[in-house]
């Protein structure tokens, strides 16, 4: 399997041979949606909370008597029906968590890239040395013919390439050795630098 590389301008400056075990995987749709969900799941804090009315302080007594007042009968002011009362099925602490295997993992990501690559929503440059200007990342884009969600993809840690995209709402920006399945899902374009592409490689080999 072979791509072609460009450079920033959008010139083609050569070609690249890729792994058919990497980016010449089947689209496994029930694969992928697993592992993004648990990936969202995973992300969520579960950090809400409210008080039921055994929480809440206050209401210690009976605020009038039983029979004889006129109004219903109540045991506490701080009962669910009163202003202040406790919340009926309070939401509380809880772990949303969701376990994956690795070789699940693997698989959704593997599938999730040779899509973009089938469906030619994958880019291959060069190099990626730019200013930290947004109108830099944009005249990259403009070159390569991009208008939609992109997702540039560099081998080390470039803050440059950081500061550029951070301020276009479509662009996101990330590492090799972080991409994940959900950022690919999320990408409409695959923006990938050679060297990421050999990091990829080298780390899914079988």
């Known amino acids: 399997m072979q791509t072609k590389v460009y450079n920033i301008a959008g010139q083609e400056v050569g070609k690249m041979t890729l792994k058919d075990d990497i980016f010449g995987r ?51 002011i701080r009962a669910p029906q009163w202003i202040k009362g ?23 990501f593997l599938s999730a890239i040779s899509t973009l690559f089938a469906e030619k929503n994958m880019i291959v440059l060069d190099e990626l040395k ?8 944009n005249e990259v884009l403009k070159n390569l013919k991009v208008d939609k969600k992109s997702l540039f993809v560099t081998a080390e840690h470039d803050e440059n390439v950081i500061r550029a995209g951070r301020n276009i709402p479509n662009v996101n920006v990330c590492t090799a050795s972080l991409v994940s399945t959900l950022d690919l899902v999320n990408a409409g374009t695959l923006i990938i630098t ?9 780390a899914y080999k079988e």
């Open 26 to 76: 089947e689209y496994n749709k029930a694969l992928i949606h697993q592992v993004v969900v648990a990936s969202l799941a995973n992300a969520r804090q579960g950090t809400k909370s409210t008080l039921t009315r055994t929480e809440v302080s206050g209401g210690g007594r009976k605020p009038w008597k039983q029979k004889g007042t006129g109004n219903a009968r109540q045991g506490s």
């Open 86 to 108: 406790g919340i009926v099925f309070a939401p509380k602490p809880r772990d949303f968590s969701q376990k994956i295997n690795k070789q699940m993992k693997k698989a959704a």
């Open 130 to 137: 730019i200013d930290a200007k947004t109108k830099k990342i």
């Open 194 to 202: 050679k060297d990421a592409v050999k990091q990829i490689e080298e």
